[in-house]
């Protein structure tokens, strides 16, 4: 079982920056592909970036592409979105998620095929 808790959203102004943490529990965190989505008002959640258990493999949507850093520490049980150059239309409310699915699975299977998600944080940006 994984817990998982996102902290780090909130205000930011067009251009600018902010960093999403979550913090996960669970023994088997490190063995473990994580994730990040979001979900703007009126739309479905849609995939952000996935990183797999070593760190060693990334993806990213298109449209946070060179703007957005996926990172774990798998000794602090934890997993960062560094968000850079935000526009307005990255305001939506941003989750963590976990599974223990292999990463390309997770990846092509879309969001139905995560096990574990956090509560989510509000991230908005204004013009």
């Known amino acids: 079982q994984v817990q998982l808790v996102e902290s780090g959203g909130g205000l930011a102004q067009a251009g600018g920056s902010l960093r999403l943490s979550c913090a996960a529990s669970?023994?088997?965190?490190?063995?473990?592909?994580m994730g990040w989505f979001r979900q703007a008002p009126g739309k479905e959640r849609e995939f952000v970036t996935a990183?797999?258990?070593?760190?060693?493999?990334?993806y990213y949507a298109d449209s946070v592409k060179g703007r957005f850093t996926i990172s774990r520490d798998n000794v602090k049980n934890m997993v960062y979105l560094q968000m850079n150059s935000l526009k307005p239309e990255d305001t939506a409310v941003y989750y963590c998620a976990a599974s223990p699915k292999s990463i390309a699975t997770l990846v092509a299977g879309g969001r139905s095929n995560w096990d574990y998600w956090g509560q989510g944080t509000q991230v908005t940006v204004s013009s």
């Open positions: 669970g023994r088997s965190f490190r063995n473990y592909p």
């Open positions: 990183m797999s258990w070593s760190g060693s493999t990334s």
